[in-house]
């Protein structure tokens, strides 16, 4: 895990606005995540729209927050008494490291949404893993950036504005920024007053039609290739952050490509961790947790190995093509899981013995690797394994 900042009054060589990338916290400063505790308390709520709420956390044991922007955390819950883990970008710079917070938009009938929203107070304490994630600015530095963002999908570019704005980085960014009426613009005073202050930074958000008390005189409908050429003609010359629903991201693939832009210059939060409903939450619980009358696999020639659940107390197969968790399911157990991508790390587990090919999406470190942690979302067996689990 790296940093892109220091506390103050500690100097570092900058590039583009960015500290140095080794770390520069003083020694004897605890970071949180590479402590024993977990726990976060909240400290503060803000209403940001009249549906989207900020939480502000700090650690529960002294320590600062050490994090890329654009990266998120895995918020572990007790939810009408079930564990729920969810997903959450972390939408606070990491240049202002005694405060971590998450935006969230209240979603109707959504389980951990309105849950937050519901009963999340100051002195809330809960749990949380984390910083994940590989989609910052951190990794792809550049001199001018298109950040497009739909509705929620706000939340890591605005966590890259803020790190840009507080390091008074030089870079050029244009903040595209879709939704549904001009009341629904998250963080809209903050970006005004960025781009009022900051000549590089140039805000444009885009409304599908008016508020029913503010009429809209901006950009109107949907982001399309015309809209793209107005707000930035040197489209070619940009690194493109992208993150919202996925329709959204589609389109604006489809947009990019129509417009001949070179692709590996384009970068998109590529998971999506669903806000389910009490019953759809059920439903998926009851399925995972299978009876052990589920089918047996049909024999095939691919090799398999027996994998142990010390905890569970159960053994089952698992073909060398296939990841521990898809074939624990088969088996009837139930462990924890979110992403199913390697990056949340909510499947976070201790191999006892064994070894496995681990293709992870920035969910562990390579600390707990050296620890025989795994994430067994997306380890494949490679001989038989016992799991503390």
């Not at 650690?59 to 939810?79: I, K, M, R, S």
């Not at 244009?174 to 005073?189: G, K, L, Q």
């Not at 399309?224 to 050429?229: I, K």
């Not at 059920?282 to 399925?287: C, D, P």
């Amino acid at each position: 895990m790296t940093v892109l900042n220091a506390p103050v009054g500690l100097d570092v060589a900058r590039t583009n606005g960015f500290a140095s990338r080794e770390r520069l916290l003083p020694s004897g400063v605890a970071v949180w995540g590479e402590t024993d505790s977990s726990t976060l308390i909240c400290r503060q709520v803000q209403d940001i729209t009249h549906d989207v709420r900020t939480f502000l956390f700090e650690p529960a044991q002294p320590a600062l927050f050490q994090h890329e922007p654009g990266q998120f955390v895995t918020l572990q819950l007790q939810v009408d008494g079930r564990s729920v883990s969810r997903c959450y970008t972390i939408s606070t710079p990491p240049t202002r490291p005694h405060l971590l917070g998450i935006t969230v938009k209240r979603q109707p009938g959504g389980l951990v949404s309105n849950w937050l929203h519901d009963t999340m107070t100051p002195g809330t304490r809960i749990c949380a893993d984390g910083p994940f994630g590989v989609f910052t600015i951190a990794r792809h530095r550049a001199a001018k950036y298109l950040f497009l963002s739909g509705g929620s999908g706000i939340t890591p570019v605005m966590s890259m504005t803020r790190t840009l704005y507080d390091l008074g980085s030089d870079a050029d960014v244009v903040f595209v920024h879709s939704t549904r009426t001009p009341a629904d613009i998250i963080f809209r005073r903050e970006l005004e007053a960025i781009a009022s202050t900051v000549p590089t930074v140039r805000v444009v958000p885009v409304c599908e039609r008016d508020a029913p008390r503010e009429p809209w005189n901006g950009l109107r409908g949907y982001l399309s290739g015309e809209m793209l050429q107005l707000m930035a003609p040197d489209l070619d010359d940009r690194v493109v952050f992208c993150c919202g629903p996925a329709p959204y991201m589609a389109a604006v693939r489809r947009i990019l490509g129509e417009a001949g832009f070179d692709m590996q210059n384009y970068h998109e939060e590529s998971f999506s961790f669903e806000d389910l409903t009490a019953t759809e939450f059920s439903a998926r619980a009851a399925s995972d947790g299978a009876t052990d009358e589920a089918e047996p696999r049909a024999m095939s020639a691919t090799r398999t190995y027996s994998v142990e659940f010390i905890r569970s107390g159960r053994t089952f197969t698992c073909a060398e093509d296939e990841n521990v968790l898809d074939a624990a399911y088969e088996a009837g157990l139930a462990p924890p899981s979110s992403c199913g991508q390697g990056m949340c790390g909510t499947c976070k587990t201790t191999m006892l013995s064994g070894t496995v090919d681990m293709a992870h999406n920035g969910g562990i470190r390579p600390r707990e690797i050296a620890q025989n942690k795994v994430l067994i979302c997306c380890s494949k067996p490679r001989s038989d394994l016992t799991i503390d689990a």
